[in-house]
């Protein structure tokens, strides 16, 4: 077989690949991708029927984002037809001026009847009306400014219409054929002619296209597209039942409650008193000698200046309260994240039941978070510590349950024919390998547990919170800003002993 058999049997491949491919109109496609794919650069194929069709085109052939952009194209440019066609500019202004000269009348009649009663009230009644007829004079005039912009809607709306048609027409083959070398590569990608799709469209486009052109150009549309018929009364009774609901929770669940705030209570109490109470001497060396083993040199000389910084600026005691509520819900976090993360990991039932609580856990508004904790634990520090320990603790259950997961599984499998126990398998292989992901979620609580921090002291948790809610209270500029500062400072001495803590640091002082 010589060269050119070869080229026409490849062509003839490929012309049979692309008809299946298209399924109507397999040749021209066939055709447009063999040009489009000779040329390197920028290739002037024009497709009529998606130039003309446009989104109707894209849905038949499967490509929905040309779909979305074509609509949303022509749906503007008609819209601006519509703005300049319908005659509609400038009625609110007019409307308005009606009504400012209906008024202005009936004060001018009240003028001259006080004016023959020779009552006092009828130099201001004439005033009134003159100012009256004087607005709506302007408003007429704004009016008609706004009519003589018809024009200039209906040059834009036809120009950007043409633009749409041209790009849709350019671009449909060109995205047509990366969507063919996608099929190629995976016969799953949908392909052929959709009849279906085809319907689909045609009924989106019939139900938006006619809604919001006629929302933009109508004088006064109905009420229900412009606002949703809420019904009250839904919202009163979902209202009711929730406050029912969370009423009797809390009174029959008292008990449980009040135990698991009193356990919180204990531990913050037992981190003040070793933070708070012992002399700031002792406090200070021993959080110093921590960072220099733990972390190295150059993280006990950044503490150091941390430290400092809370001291003299008279932060020291908020401070350390602060580092307890911190410390408090970072190593609650902690400890019940790590070990959900790698049950996540190895169960795929808790996994997907985890997914969406975690999702609910970090989309959920910081705020929402106070109303049940109020409602059930009441106000102070626990319920503070609570409420940051449901909003912190999803990063290092994520990135713990991602680690596991990403440890290859030829090492998994070598130490499991090695004789690994399961145990032994995760304390001595897993966890080690996936200790820089479970690092990242820590750090990520951290951050998530700091931030939660001023939003607690709404519930009474105190610490530097306090001092930055006061400086929003009263725009205390430079005391809020200082509050900040010593804020961070705390959460980057404990993030950066936490990052120490897990990292080999030799001998002292390297």
């Not at 490849?10 to 447009?32: H, I, M, N, P, W």
């Not at 139900?207 to 933009?216: G, K, L, T």
């Not at 959920?364 to 904790?373: E, G, H, R």
Request: hydrophobic content about 50%.
């Amino acid at each position: 077989m010589n060269a050119n058999e070869e080229v026409l049997s490849l062509q003839k491949d490929q012309q049979q690949s692309v008809t299946r491919f298209a399924e109507r109109r397999g040749e021209y496609y066939s055709k447009q991708f063999q040009a489009i794919q000779s040329v390197n650069g920028i290739t002037y194929s024009f497709n009529v029927f998606a130039a003309l069709l446009g989104p109707m085109w894209a849905a038949t052939r499967n490509l929905w984002s040309f779909f979305w952009l074509s609509a949303i194209a022509l749906l503007f440019s008609f819209v601006q037809l519509g703005i300049g066609l319908s005659g509609n500019l400038g009625s609110d202004k007019l409307a308005q001026a009606d009504r400012l000269m209906a008024k202005s009348q009936e004060m001018a009649v009240k003028a001259q009847v006080a004016l023959e009663a020779g009552a006092s009230s009828a130099t201001a009644l004439l005033r009134n009306s003159t100012n009256l007829k004087t607005a709506a004079e302007n408003a007429i005039k704004e009016a008609n400014l706004e009519a003589s912009g018809a024009t200039s809607y209906v040059i834009f709306g036809f120009f950007l219409l043409l633009l749409t048609v041209l790009v849709q027409g350019f671009s449909a083959n060109a995205l047509y054929e990366k969507k063919y070398c996608r099929w190629r590569k995976d016969y799953s990608e949908n392909s052929g002619f959709s009849y279906p799709n085809m319907l689909l469209g045609g009924v989106m486009l019939a139900i938006i296209f006619p809604i919001v052109i006629y929302r933009f150009i109508a004088a006064a549309p109905v009420e229900w597209i412009m606002t949703f018929p809420a019904n009250k009364a839904i919202f009163n009774g979902a209202a009711s039942w929730l406050d029912g609901g969370f009423d009797s929770l809390a009174t029959s669940g008292a008990g449980f409650f009040d135990g698991i705030s009193y356990g919180v209570r204990i531990f913050i109490e037992a981190l003040e008193v070793i933070l708070v109470d012992t002399p700031w001497p002792v406090t200070a060396i021993v959080i110093l000698f921590m960072a220099w083993r733990l972390a190295g040199v150059r993280v006990a000389i950044f503490t150091a200046a941390a430290l400092s910084y809370l001291a003299f600026l008279g932060y020291w005691e908020k401070s350390m309260s602060t580092v307890a509520l911190l410390g408090a819900s970072a190593t609650l976090c902690i400890l019940f994240g790590i070990p959900l993360g790698i049950m996540c990991a190895k169960n795929r039932t808790m996994d997907s039941f985890a997914r969406p609580v975690l999702d609910f856990m970090q989309t959920m508004p910081a705020f929402v978070y106070l109303i049940p904790i109020i409602a059930f634990f009441g106000t102070g520090k626990p319920p503070g510590v609570l409420a940051t320990l449901i909003f912190g603790m999803p990063p290092v259950v994520r990135l713990t349950s991602l680690g596991i997961q990403q440890v290859p599984a030829s090492i998994v499998e070598g130490a499991l024919a090695f004789g690994c126990s399961r145990r032994k398998l995760l304390l001595d292989v897993e966890i080690p390998l996936a200790m820089s992901s479970i690092l990242a979620g820590v750090n990520q609580t951290i951050l998530m547990c700091l931030s939660m921090v001023v939003i607690a002291s709404l519930i009474g948790a105190e610490g530097l919170g306090t001092d930055v809610l006061m400086a929003l209270q009263f725009a205390a500029k430079g005391q809020g800003l200082l509050a900040g500062l010593a804020i961070l400072a705390c959460a980057m001495i404990i993030d950066r002993i936490v990052q120490g803590s897990f990292k080999p640091v030799g001998k002292p002082g390297h």
